[in-house]
RNA sequence: GGCGCCGUGGCCAAGUGGUAAGGCAGAGGUUUGCAAAACCUCCAUUCACCGGUUCGACUCCGGUCGGCGCCUCCA
């Protein structure tokens, strides 16, 4: 069976095919670096690291090509505003966006192309575009011709006619004089930009936001794709675009395949940095794991909104978000019972012959499976669920008085978590660290030290050795009440909130 | 105005022509000194509404209502 992706191109679900077998080459469209990454680049960028990890885990060899938009108005306006030069303003937030993606547990992409590396390959393509005649220099910049391409708008499914109305609207008339048709759209800015000043044959400047990923995509792997992904508002104009301005200097086809994912929502409105109404990914992972944000992420399918439900306090801040919060006991969960399972007492696994239980059998086939139907994740997360309650029975049994269980379920169990962090990059860290994290996070949110609630336990421990229920289950509530839940276990008594 | 998406149990969320995955919450049980965790059982004759096509529709077609997105920078 094989990867089905929904094309946007075709408006299908379609089976994924490379120009060269076995092996992959994506294209991301990565953040503008003026700002912190929010949920909805978190968002996008799991989706795009889990497609990745199937592809990886189906056999092929994937190219993943993500680029830094680090030359754009956004960040010459941040810079200025900030006193700081844009380059180093830039080089900050990608920092920050790698800090950010490794705690979300998105692998490094292959090839992280910046555009102030990129200007000569640029100027190159819009060269070649001007020759074609598909360019056209007007004052100091140049502009591409979208009516010299018979298919623009063959990706939004709009034509450059119906383009004409609305977007003779928005442009401002000095602009719309300097252009042949309103959606002509700027692959040179000439001028002088502060910072950001490039010498090129069609004088000094910088380039237009479209025409680097062009450039990029080309110059690392090759004219044409084999999938470019991205988010659902770059569809137009931004991949439009890229399409136009790629396969007028090529003649041949940009991407065979194009991925959107969609949008997050705050109060059923795009959560947006024009909107305002963001939660930057760090701000997040202040309150909650970051894998549980991931795990949230891949509780929807890719193509559908994400809406992010969260209670206010009396101040008007967010007090918490009971998606993430769920997420984050999924979790949990998922650790617990690997835990459970690496713990295991070796004498209770037995080299015996018996059929291992069908939750625990092949997860890593029952993943591969769902995510080759469209990326669907949420499947994927319920087959966990099922893997998980599967685990947690074989150790029930295991533990059980007498009980013992095979070596063979035993080994597969352990499989299946490993496919679990392979293929959807979760529940990968160590279980007793993060759950202890976890807690401890939670307890501090609440005001309760560590120690205190240890001394507590400790008390009660010393009164049910001496038989002392009443005084064991009174210093039980109190800490219930604090939001404690106490676990007596062989080996002690552990603690969680 | 043009293009497009969505409406599934108390909540979240898959499915998209053959009779509703999974999770959270809830109820009962096993286990436990009692709990918690874990496990078992139960929890939508029904998929916004109205028509139509079909042997059969949540799934296809038409309409109605409700919500959202793109057409301008945005993941």
């Known amino acids: 069976m094989a990867l089905r992706l929904h094309n946007t191109l075709t408006g299908k679900k379609e089976e994924f095919r490379t120009l060269e077998d076995g092996v992959a080459r994506i294209y991301v469209c990565g953040p503008t670096v003026y700002d912190y990454a929010h949920l909805g680049h978190a968002r996008c960028y799991v989706v795009y690291d889990v497609l990745v990890r199937h592809l990886r885990a189906s056999g092929y060899r994937v190219i993943y090509a993500r680029n830094y938009t680090d030359v754009d108005d956004k960040i010459l306006h941040r810079a200025a505003e900030k006193g700081e030069h844009p380059k180093a303003l830039a080089e900050r937030f990608i920092q920050a966006f790698e800090e950010d993606m490794e705690r979300l547990g998105c692998d490094k992409p292959d090839i992280e192309p910046k555009v102030s590396e990129h200007i000569p390959e640029i ?35 709009r034509s450059a006619d119906a383009l004409r109305t609305g977007a003779s609207e928005r442009v401002s008339k000095e602009e719309l004089e300097r252009k042949r048709h309103p959606a002509d759209f700027v692959l040179w800015k000439g001028g002088e930009f502060e910072g950001a000043t490039y010498e090129s044959p069609f004088g000094p400047g910088r380039p237009g936001w479209h025409i680097e990923c062009s450039a990029m995509s080309m110059k690392h792997l090759g004219e044409t794709l084999d999938l470019h992904g991205g988010g659902l508002d770059l569809v137009f104009p931004h991949h439009e675009n890229e399409i136009a301005q790629s396969e007028c200097a090529t003649g041949k086809p940009f991407s065979n395949c194009w991925v959107h994912n969609g949008f997050v929502e705050v109060d059923k409105e795009k959560m947006s940095k024009s909107l305002g109404n963001f939660f930057t990914a760090r701000e997040l992972f202040n309150r909650y794991e970051p894998e549980a944000l991931r795990y949230f992420v891949m509780s929807v399918h890719y193509r559908s909104p994400l809406s992010l439900d969260w209670e206010l306090a009396d101040d008007g801040s967010a007090r918490a978000f009971p998606s993430i919060e769920e997420a984050e006991h999924r979790l949990e969960t998922l650790y617990r019972a690997r835990e459970r399972l690496e713990t295991l007492p070796e004498g209770r696994i037995k080299p015996i012959e018996a059929p291992t239980p069908r939750e625990i059998s092949d997860l890593e086939g029952r993943l591969l499976r769902a995510l080759n139907d469209d990326l669907n994740m949420p499947v994927a997360l319920s087959e966990v669920s099922e893997f998980l309650r599967g685990v947690n029975e074989l150790a029930d049994r295991a533990m059980a008085k007498k009980g013992s269980i095979t070596r063979a379920a035993y080994e597969e169990a352990r499989e299946g978590f490993e496919a679990i962090s392979r293929i959807l990059g979760l529940g990968g860290s160590e279980p007793q660290s993060i759950l202890e994290r976890i807690r401890d996070r939670r307890a501090n949110e609440r005001g309760l030290s560590r120690e205190e609630v240890e001394a507590k336990i400790q008390a009660r421990d010393e009164a049910r050795l001496a038989k002392d229920f009443a005084k064991a289950d009174s210093i039980r509530d109190e800490l219930k009440a604090l939001g404690v839940e106490l676990h007596d276990g062989p080996d002690g008594t552990r603690w969680t909130l």
């Open 123 to 157: 100027i190159a393509l819009i060269g070649r575009l001007i020759e074609r005649g598909h360019a056209y220099q007007s004052g100091d910049d140049v502009y591409f011709s979208v009516e010299s391409f018979d298919e623009y708008g063959k990706l939004s499914h």
